[in-house]
Structures are given as C-alpha cells and as structure tokens.
C-alpha cells in the first residue's frame, strides 16, 4: 500500500475551478495506476478520472468529460485533478487513490487518501 494525502478542497462558485492535488510518500508510487474517486452525501463511491502509470493514459468518467484534467507527475510522487466549469453536482469528498491493475471499480483500489471537501454553490 501507498500512503497518499490529498489537498486542494474548497468551496467555489459554479463555473469555478479547483486543482486537488494528492501526494504519496513512497517511491512505489510511480508503480501504480492512481484514480480520483468522489462520494457525496448518501451515495456510493464513484470513479472520477484515472492515470496508466506506464503509458499515461487518461480515462474519465462521463460526468465529467472534457471538464476535468488528471495529470501525475511520478518524480514528485504527485497526481493531480484540475477541475472546471464546476457545477454543484460535483460537491463531494475527493479521493485519490492507487491501484495495481488498471479499473474504474472502487474495489481495485488498494490505497485511499483521507479524501478532501469540495463544495460547489449555485
């Protein structure tokens, strides 16, 4: 497992922006596949955006298509998610998370982040 921290939470307008940012404190992170999932109040964990830890390879969900940007940078143990054109439908705990195969189930994560608020107001 890879500890991991996330930061970069907030509270912002819709339409705003916020950049999360989660960093491992072990160099076996650049061995991993690192997601961001989010959950919001009564509902389930689900996958946000994704990174190939060998290709760098981006995968998203629908939800957030062409509005948010998963980027890693594995000299800084770091991955980061740039969010867009936010929307209060966003508003949940952000998790980053490291797997060892590539998925967007939640269960193939093996390390989790203690997770970070975003809030988006309408």
């Known amino acids: 497992q890879v500890p991991l921290v996330e930061s970069g939470g907030g509270l912002v307008q819709a339409g705003g922006s916020l950049r999360l940012s989660c960093v491992a404190s072990d160099s076996a992170f650049s061995t991993y596949d690192m997601g961001w999932f989010r959950q919001a109040p009564g509902k389930e964990r689900e996958f946000v955006a994704r990174v190939d830890w060998i290709t760098g390879s981006m995968d998203y969900a629908d939800s957030v298509k062409g509005r948010f940007i998963i980027s890693r940078d594995n000299a800084k143990n770091t991955i980061h998610l740039q969010m867009n054109s936010l929307k209060p439908e966003d508003t949940a705990i952000y998790y980053c998370?490291?797997?060892?195969?590539?998925?967007?189930?939640?269960?193939?994560?093996?390390?989790w982040g203690q997770g970070t608020q975003v809030t988006v107001s309408s």
């Open positions: 998370a490291a797997a060892s195969r590539w998925s967007n189930r939640a269960s193939d994560y093996v390390s």
